[in-house]
């Protein structure tokens, strides 16, 4: 009886130890950079094009008072056409939040949604 305990107790060491090295695995995939997660960039990429690129991508007439900024590089300057700095957190926020003539689309995007637009518009 003692021995079969033993085992036991073995196996749930066992498993637990598995547990933590598969874990520490995904950890040190979802801290790759974002470019080099090719599934969120698309994710990201199919986001944009239905829901920013109507707007920030559009050369025709939108009848807007104001043209949107067009989106290219936007993480490689040092601030968003706003004057706000060219954050992650701040994107998120005009994302949501909506700015100027820009609707909210806090409604629109869930979370996993808004995390792969961030990826994809650092790519750009």
Same mark, same amino acid.
Not at 28 to 49: F, M, R
């Given at each position: 009886?003692?021995?079969?305990?033993?085992?036991?107790?073995?196996?749930?060491?066992?498993?637990?130890?598995?547990?933590?090295?598969?874990?520490?695995?995904?950890?040190?995939?979802? $801290?790759?950079?974002?470019?080099?997660?090719?599934?969120?960039?698309?994710?990201?990429?199919?986001?944009?094009?239905?829901?920013?690129?109507?707007?920030?991508? $559009?050369?025709?007439?939108?009848?807007?008072?104001?043209?949107?900024?067009?989106?290219?590089?936007?993480?490689?300057?040092?601030?968003?056409? $706003?004057?706000?700095?060219?954050?992650?957190?701040?994107?998120?926020?005009?994302?949501?939040?909506?700015?100027?003539?820009?609707?909210?689309?806090?409604?629109?995007?869930?979370?996993?949604?808004?995390?792969?637009?961030?990826?994809?518009?650092?790519?750009?």
């Amino acid at each position: 009886m003692n021995e079969n305990r033993t085992a036991r107790l073995a196996g749930v060491v066992l498993a637990g130890v598995a547990v933590i090295a598969a874990a520490g695995c995904q950890r040190a995939d979802s $801290s790759l950079a974002p470019a080099q997660n090719p599934i969120a960039v698309q994710q990201g990429k199919n986001i944009y094009d239905a829901q920013c690129a109507m707007c920030h991508e $559009s050369t025709s007439d939108l009848h807007l008072l104001k043209v949107p900024p067009r989106l290219d590089g936007l993480f490689q300057k040092q601030a968003l056409p $706003s004057g706000a700095p060219a954050t992650d957190a701040e994107v998120r926020n005009v994302i949501l939040n909506g700015r100027g003539i820009m609707p909210p689309f806090e409604l629109v995007i869930d979370n996993d949604d808004l995390k792969a637009l961030l990826v994809y518009l650092h790519t750009r």
